[in-house]
């Protein structure tokens, strides 16, 4: 099996970096893919974790001080790339690692900001041609399905993304189940997160599954998102 982890670790980590460290240790994944990733002290920390862990691929963006970007680390060696071109406006929310078998794109889509990286994600898929897996925290979803309400943004780009052969893992695997990777303080549930996968992929794929405990410790706010793959 090969096991992809993606988590909104929130704003870095702050002061729950030992928890998220003993938390990736505690799910198996070959490659890791974290979003509201920073490049401060915390960040190195859980760089130094992985390294240790024996994840030497790492790739991260540019980005400084408090900005939110994305990060991803693996067992295996990828060609890495960030799109600075994506949107002027969020040049650090998209990178992608290449593997052998397939593209590996880690993503944090801005929250009701106007933004075109959903589109640049789909462009970018059907431009390169290569099977693909697009992985992080999207803020939308599709309405009345990932949220009991209408007020995602982007969901017809979400439909554009599955109409060109992208999967939603989780859809694949669970169906219409109700399911919601963050909570808001009146205890609404959104599924922001999520994990796709090119068509050609999906006679692979297992599981794709939350694990809301290490939500509900409080260890982030979102619940980290595991995709089981038969590679064997």
Known sequence: MLNLLTWNIRQGGGSRISKIKQAIRE????IIALNEWRNNRAGV??????LRLGFLHQHTSSAQGKLNTVFLASRFSFESRVYTDADERFPHNIISGSFEAFDVYSVYFPHKKKHRLLDFVREEII?????A????DFNTGHNFIDQQGNSFWYEDELLHLEASGMIDAFRLIHGQKKAYSWYSHQLNGFRYDHIYVSDVLKPLVKDCYYRQEYREAGISDHAPMLL????N
Do not use: F, Y
Not at 133 to 136: A, H, K, R
Not at 228 to 231: G, H
């Open 133 to 136: 897996i697009v992985l992080g």
């Open 45 to 50: 920390e859980i760089r130094s974790e992985l």
């Open 27 to 30: 799910m198996p994944a070959h």
């Open 228 to 231: 089981r793959l038969d590679v």
């Open 127 to 131: 431009r390169s041609a290569r099977p």
